[in-house]
């Protein structure tokens, strides 16, 4: 088709991924000049020959390898659609990654990747606590389909991930080690290079667990899970990504080889993401580093706000973090921002909490995270209900804690409405 690599650079130099986000993947001439990719609002495509819908269709179902210039042709918008497409080279970029899948919500991404990698007797093995979704999905789904998961507390480290490895023959059965750090809602960071290192010395000859690393906390910006060992990286697209609390996508990134399993599954159990949501997200992704830095700048006075507040017993805020703090070399060598994601526990419990809630005025009470408005939540009776609460104590999880997503709004705004909402607490 065309060289997309050459439009990577101007002469020698290489463009950053901020500019790339306005042209990459697209060329203009092919939609009639339009300066912005359309919506391609199509469920078929028309073949300009049978041989050719019969070449698509090789590829496609991969009865024959794909030539070196040869890209998958389009067939129906269950397969690729051409906005996906563009929305899925332009996510690559910030990650690294050789390939990416888009998806119609985050949960479709992480589902349909796991099912596509892990059979009956394998074994997950994953940190706590993490998303409710996936929590449910692990604990509860995945054991009904013979699939054995273990997990173990985030601080624990890659003791914790020995330790859960080490009954029977577990270490053998390995096929997965899924991360999601920073975890949800506490923000505690797991290693990702020292996991790597650990789930490559596992599994079966032919077979090598692989590392699946949830990065919707800090976003495509702020951290780099495939440049540290990860073999896949996924996102709710929903949050950082798509920003503006309007839409509902995830992603998965890796290698070529992974994703072409990972693409094939989502094709059979039709999770991908439609048109108008893959034109939303690249609508999004122009503004995504003026986005989070903003936040990431507002979370930062938030927090040294809440930190020094009577009424607050503790803030988890990865810029907290202090030399001699094992979470602080973890966060030195793996994360380039502390993002904007906080959570604190306030002086009390779940009434107490409660009150500070009902009584924000700015911030909106409201589950997700990473739109431009800034969002609180309780996360023992919310995102994480479905954890039982001597289970949620043990992940870290109090019942006066409150996560809060830091948005785009004047710092001194929101430090106005949490201080005249802790006077309620």
């Not at 690599?5 to 042209?23: D, N, Q, W, Y």
């Not at 991969?62 to 659609?81: A, K, M, Q, T, V």
């Not at 596992?202 to 800090?218: C, S």
């Not at 106005?416 to 802790?422: G, H, I, K």
């Given at each position: 088709m065309w060289d997309e690599e050459s439009k990577k650079r101007i002469g020698g130099h290489e463009l950053r991924p901020e500019s790339l986000m306005m042209s990459f993947g697209y060329r203009p001439d092919l939609s009639e000049g339009a300066a912005k990719p359309p919506i391609f609002q199509t469920s078929t495509f028309v073949f300009a020959s049978a041989e050719e819908g019969?070449?698509?269709?090789?590829?496609?179902?991969?009865?024959?390898?794909?030539?070196?210039?040869?890209?998958?042709?389009?067939?129906?918008?269950?397969?690729?659609?051409?906005?996906?497409?563009?929305?899925?080279?332009?996510?690559?970029?910030?990650?690294?990654?050789?390939?990416?899948?888009?998806?119609?919500?985050?949960?479709?991404?992480?589902?349909?990747?796991?099912?596509?990698?892990?059979?009956?007797?394998?074994?997950?093995?994953?940190?706590?606590?993490?998303?409710?979704?996936?929590?449910?999905?692990?604990?509860?789904?995945?054991?009904?389909?013979?699939?054995?998961?273990?997990?173990?507390?985030?601080?624990?480290?890659?003791?914790?991930?020995?330790?859960?490895?080490?009954?029977?023959?577990?270490?053998?059965?390995?096929?997965?080690?899924?991360?999601?750090?920073?975890?949800?809602?506490?923000?505690?960071?797991?290693?990702?290079?020292?996991?790597?290192?650990?789930?490559?010395?596992?599994?079966?000859?032919?077979?090598?667990?692989?590392?699946?690393?949830?990065?919707?906390?800090?976003?495509?910006?702020?951290?780099?899970?495939?440049?540290?060992?990860?073999?896949?990286?996924?996102?709710?697209?929903?949050?950082?990504?798509?920003?503006?609390?309007?839409?509902?996508?995830?992603?998965?990134?890796?290698?070529?080889?992974?994703?072409?399993?990972?693409?094939?599954?989502?094709?059979i159990l039709g999770t991908m993401a439609g048109p108008w949501t893959a034109w939303l997200l690249l609508r999004s992704l122009e503004t995504l580093k003026l986005r989070m830095t903003s936040q990431m700048k507002n979370a930062r006075y938030v927090a040294d706000f809440l930190a020094q507040h009577p009424r607050v017993q503790r803030v988890h805020y990865l810029g907290h973090l202090e030399e001699g703090d094992p979470q602080f070399e973890i966060f030195r060598k793996q994360c380039l921002s502390p993002g904007a994601m906080i959570s604190f526990e306030i002086v009390g419990g779940e009434t107490e909490a409660f009150r500070v809630l009902d009584a924000l005025k700015l911030i909106k009470l409201a589950v997700s995270l990473g739109g431009t408005e800034s969002l609180a939540e309780h996360p023992g009776t919310m995102t994480h209900s479905d954890v039982p609460p001597e289970e949620q104590v043990k992940m870290g999880i109090t019942p006066a804690m409150i996560r809060l997503s830091v948005g785009i709004e004047h710092p001194e705004d929101l430090i106005a409405d949490l201080e005249q909402a802790l006077e309620h607490a």
């Amino acid at each position: 088709m065309w060289d997309e690599e050459s439009k990577k650079r101007i002469g020698g130099h290489e463009l950053r991924p901020e500019s790339l986000m306005m042209s990459f993947g697209y060329r203009p001439d092919l939609s009639e000049g339009a300066a912005k990719p359309p919506i391609f609002q199509t469920s078929t495509f028309v073949f300009a020959s049978a041989e050719e819908g019969k070449a698509f269709f090789e590829v496609a179902y991969g009865l024959r390898e794909r030539g070196p210039s040869e890209r998958p042709g389009l067939i129906y918008s269950r397969l690729n659609n051409p906005g996906l497409e563009i929305l899925e080279d332009r996510l690559t970029i910030w990650d690294g990654a050789e390939a990416a899948a888009v998806f119609q919500s985050g949960m479709a991404a992480i589902s349909t990747t796991i099912l596509s990698l892990v059979r009956p007797r394998d074994v997950v093995v994953f940190p706590e606590p993490v998303y409710g979704g996936t929590e449910f999905l692990l604990h509860k789904v995945l054991p009904e389909f013979g699939v054995e998961t273990v997990c173990f507390p985030a601080l624990a480290g890659t003791d914790g991930l020995e330790r859960a490895l080490a009954g029977g023959d577990r270490r053998k059965r390995l096929r997965m080690v899924y991360v999601e750090t920073p975890a949800n809602p506490t923000n505690a960071l797991v290693d990702i290079a020292a996991f790597a290192q650990v789930a490559r010395a596992a599994g079966q000859e032919g077979r090598r667990p692989v590392l699946a690393v949830d990065n919707t906390f800090l976003g495509p910006l702020f951290q780099h899970p495939l440049r540290q060992g990860a073999d896949l990286v996924l996102y709710s697209l929903t949050k950082y990504v798509g920003g503006h609390s309007d839409l509902i996508a995830g992603a998965c990134l890796g290698s070529d080889e992974l994703l072409a399993q990972i693409k094939t599954t989502r094709t059979i159990l039709g999770t991908m993401a439609g048109p108008w949501t893959a034109w939303l997200l690249l609508r999004s992704l122009e503004t995504l580093k003026l986005r989070m830095t903003s936040q990431m700048k507002n979370a930062r006075y938030v927090a040294d706000f809440l930190a020094q507040h009577p009424r607050v017993q503790r803030v988890h805020y990865l810029g907290h973090l202090e030399e001699g703090d094992p979470q602080f070399e973890i966060f030195r060598k793996q994360c380039l921002s502390p993002g904007a994601m906080i959570s604190f526990e306030i002086v009390g419990g779940e009434t107490e909490a409660f009150r500070v809630l009902d009584a924000l005025k700015l911030i909106k009470l409201a589950v997700s995270l990473g739109g431009t408005e800034s969002l609180a939540e309780h996360p023992g009776t919310m995102t994480h209900s479905d954890v039982p609460p001597e289970e949620q104590v043990k992940m870290g999880i109090t019942p006066a804690m409150i996560r809060l997503s830091v948005g785009i709004e004047h710092p001194e705004d929101l430090i106005a409405d949490l201080e005249q909402a802790l006077e309620h607490a």
